[in-house]
């Protein structure tokens, strides 16, 4: 099984700011395999990207993904006030899926 | 556009098993080229993947909860549905049901209903 760290476990930054958050996983993942959600309180996961850089429907140019192996980032290149929320990592590997542990963004 | 809907009871007994449902409209469970999936969340705490089923009935499902679970579909009502037996107090969760797009080969949760929140109590 393979197991998605993330970090750091939650980050404080301001509107405007440029926000960098990791995925490691325990083993390689493919890059087709790896992808991330937002999360805001009483809602469901919000798909953001997928296949560790493609952005999904309407999720604004801002988001972008990168990494392979086992090193996966999500940038946000400039906070909006609605970025502030929960982030999670995702990856598919021998029929079997699993979560990272969450990044909280917060307000600083 | 292709919505998801969880329906199922709120309060489980221990030992008792959980039974959720999940409505899909405004597509086909049957066309294929999607993974029909189920996944929880413990309150305040992060998600974890639980199984999907596939609409030919085959099934893949989480290693730590194998032993319990059951996920099943209905193609005739367009619905799949998760069983979990012998539930304990940590099973209470919000449950969600989430579309996999395996045809645009996303293998990502792209669409997911609401969520519902059951609880394990006597």
């Known amino acids: 099984e393979i197991v998605l760290t993330q970090s750091p476990g939650t980050l404080s930054l301001s509107p405007g700011e440029r926000a960098t958050l990791s995925c490691r996983a325990s083993q390689s993942v493919s890059s087709s395999y790896l992808a991330w959600y937002q999360q805001k309180p009483g809602q469901a996961p919000r798909l953001l990207i997928y296949g560790a850089s493609s952005r999904a429907t309407g999720i604004p140019d801002r988001f972008s993904g990168s990494g392979s192996g086992t090193d996966f980032t999500l940038t946000i290149s400039r906070l909006e006030p609605e970025d502030f929320a929960v982030y999670y990592c995702?990856?598919?590997?021998?029929?079997?899926?699993?979560f990272g542990q969450g990044t909280k963004l917060e307000i600083k | 556009q292709v919505q998801l809907q969880e329906s199922g009871p709120g309060l489980v007994k221990p030992s008792q098993t959980l039974s959720l449902t999940c409505t899909v409209s405004g597509g086909s469970i049957s066309s294929g080229g999607y993974y029909w999936s189920w996944i929880r969340q413990h309150p305040g705490k992060g998600l974890e993947w639980i199984g999907y089923?596939?609409?030919?009935?085959?099934?893949y499902y989480n290693p730590s909860l194998k032993s319990r679970v059951t996920i099943s579909v209905d193609t005739s009502k367009n619905q799949f549905s998760l069983k979990l037996s012998s539930v304990t107090a940590a099973d209470t969760a919000v449950y969600y049901c989430?579309?996999?797009?395996?045809?645009?080969?996303?293998?990502?949760?792209?669409?997911w209903g609401q969520g519902t929140m059951v609880t394990v109590s006597s």
């Open positions: 089923i596939y609409y030919s009935g085959s099934t």
């Open positions: 995702q990856q598919y590997g021998s029929s079997l899926y699993s």
């Open positions: 989430a579309r996999v797009d395996t045809a645009m080969v996303i293998f990502a949760f792209d669409i």
